[in-house]
């Protein structure tokens, strides 16, 4: 079973940064689909970035293009959310997720999630 355990969440100022880490556990993390997802009170649950692969092309939701950036680093099996000039409205409980698929945006595609991390940004 695979295990993904997230970390650096936090309360920060509007325009400030966090990053967030999620260290797999488990095989073929390089082939493995990885994305992070996101769930403000009272919303469902949204796509913020992903990858299909090691390597491959990252995807991103239009409300984070050009502040938040993901990485992959193959040789600790761990994910990052850099999350830069964050604003009130990036606050949410942030989940990691591992799946197979292609079409790494679609929620279908992932069988693995974190417990989720709290991020709250104040204005």
């Known amino acids: 079973q695979v295990q993904l355990v997230e970390s650096g969440g936090g309360l920060v100022q509007a325009g400030g940064s966090l990053r967030l880490s999620c260290a797999a556990s488990?095989?073929?993390?390089?082939?493995?689909?990885m994305g992070w997802f996101r769930q403000a009170p009272g919303k469902e649950r949204e796509f913020v970035a992903a990858?299909?692969?090691?390597?491959?092309?990252?995807d991103y939701a239009d409300s984070v293009k050009g502040r938040f950036t993901f990485s992959r680093d193959n040789a600790k099996n761990t994910v990052y959310l850099q999350m830069n000039s964050l604003k009130p409205e990036d606050t949410a409980v942030y989940y990691c997720a591992a799946g197979q698929g292609s079409e790494s945006v679609k929620r279908s595609v992932y069988h693995y999630w974190g417990q989720g991390t709290q991020v709250t940004v104040s204005s």
């Open positions: 990858s299909s692969w090691s390597g491959g092309p990252t």
């Open positions: 488990g095989r073929r993390f390089s082939s493995a689909a």
